[in-house]
């Protein structure tokens, strides 16, 4: 029986136990971080064989990759994202280790090139990336929230609001999306590309960060959104970007941007003044230990292996233990995430698994200006944890939930 169904009395009987239960896992003093889509040591581990290499010190062009050159990355790099990608070389810019440097960089460069402005907006799909909308609220680019579902923003909201000329760009996580894990249908893709907008610098930032980062043995093939955009006329729309970091070593990964030539000649202006080079030894070693896309996958394979476990544990505990609230929750085939949707609670929840020493991502973060507007989204990263952390994490977690949920049925 849902708790919506039981009079007052079971509510309070059921309220009770479960408090009980809570107290119960309060008192195991427990510190469990699951606030981010960190890798684990062991996944980590998987990446050791880069402290051996590279094996040589001259890359395929004949580069010394120990000294200065070679701003927007070595060949067999750009070769190796292109072919990960679906793009050419031609059409990829290596940076350094991480993302989002490069997504910063590349609006701070619009921004202060005049292409565009402070104060312009920006279409940000939520639940989304929280740090998509902290890069949006440092440069003053007023964020208009966009619902997502399953198969990607909704694209009916999307068209009219970038018939708005202030309208400059929309973040979007094609593949495994944050928090959701949902990834975007054919149909939107090719409704994105051929999107009327009435700004004509109008970008899509597509984060291609969980692109393949799969653990079910399903690998998503979504349509390409630089070919779409190029078929349709738009081929300077999408600047793409993706990284090895959370493939190889989080910290230690690299980079990569993609789009047009004509955008990545835009953006090589700033790079050529900002650096003198990337780290291309590093980039040699990632060469050297993948090889190709092929490498690549089984790779990411091994990594399936350690968070499949984790994910399959927690979907599990959250099926035998909610069934009497009105929580939602996603089961997605990869990404780094749990989204767990209890309407009206989730701040009350965020605060009960904090006092139970549980972390989670806080409550609202998922939305611009940390607003969700039902109250409802809660963020939960397994990847971080060890397997024996599975269980009193989600103790705790499915304890909260249905305290806070018999708590808003009595009023």
Not at 269 to 276: D, F, G, P, S, W
Request: net charge negative; aromatic share 8%; charged share 20%.
């Amino acid at each position: 029986m849902k708790y919506t169904e039981m009079s007052r009395e079971q509510l309070q009987t059921e309220l009770a136990h479960h408090k009980a239960e809570y107290a119960a896992h309060q008192s195991r003093g427990l510190k469990i971080n699951a606030t981010r889509g960190k890798p684990n040591a062991e996944q980590l581990a998987l990446a050791d064989a880069l402290l051996t290499l590279p094996s040589t010190h001259i890359a395929s062009d004949s580069t010394d990759v120990r000294n200065y050159g070679g701003a927007d990355g070595l060949p067999e790099m750009k070769q190796l994202f292109a072919d990960l990608l679906g793009v050419t070389p031609q059409e990829v810019i290596v940076g350094g280790n991480a993302s989002l440097n490069m997504m910063f960089d590349c609006i701070a460069t619009l921004i202060l090139s005049g292409v565009w402005q402070r104060g312009q907006k920006f279409l940000c799909p939520a639940p989304g990336y929280d740090r998509h909308f902290a890069i949006c609220e440092y440069f003053g680019l007023e964020m208009l929230t966009i619902p997502m579902t399953p198969d990607g923003p909704d694209m009916d909201i999307a068209e009219r609001l970038a018939a708005d000329p202030n309208v400059v760009g929309m973040w979007c996580v094609p593949v495994f999306s944050n928090p959701q894990g949902y990834t975007y249908s054919d149909e939107t893709i090719r409704r994105l590309a051929a999107m009327p907008v009435a700004n004509a610098a109008f970008a899509l930032l597509w984060d291609n960060a969980y692109a393949i980062h799969h653990f079910k043995g399903v690998r998503p093939q979504p349509l390409n959104i630089l070919r779409e955009c190029e078929r349709v006329g738009n081929a300077c729309r999408p600047i793409i970007f993706t990284s090895f970091s959370k493939i190889s070593y989080a910290g230690s990964g690299v980079v990569a941007m993609a789009s047009c030539v004509e955008n990545l000649n835009f953006f090589r202006k700033r790079i050529n003044v900002q650096t003198i080079g990337p780290d291309k030894i590093n980039q040699l070693r990632h060469v050297e230990f993948f090889r190709d896309v092929a490498g690549i996958q089984a790779h990411m394979d091994k990594h399936a292996a350690i968070l499949r476990p984790k994910f399959e544990r927690a979907y599990t505990l959250l099926s035998e233990r909610l069934t009497q609230t009105n929580a939602e929750w996603t089961t997605p085939d990869g990404g780094y995430f749990l989204s767990v949707e209890v309407p009206g609670c989730a701040k009350r929840i965020y605060a009960l698994c904090r006092e139970a020493g549980l972390e989670i991502t806080e409550a609202g973060a998922a939305y611009p200006y940390g607003k969700d507007p039902l109250d409802a989204n809660l963020r939960f990263g397994p990847s971080f944890l060890r397997q024996d952390e599975i269980d009193p994490a989600m103790d705790v977690l499915c304890s909260a939930i249905n305290v806070a949920a018999i708590e808003q049925v009595l009023g």
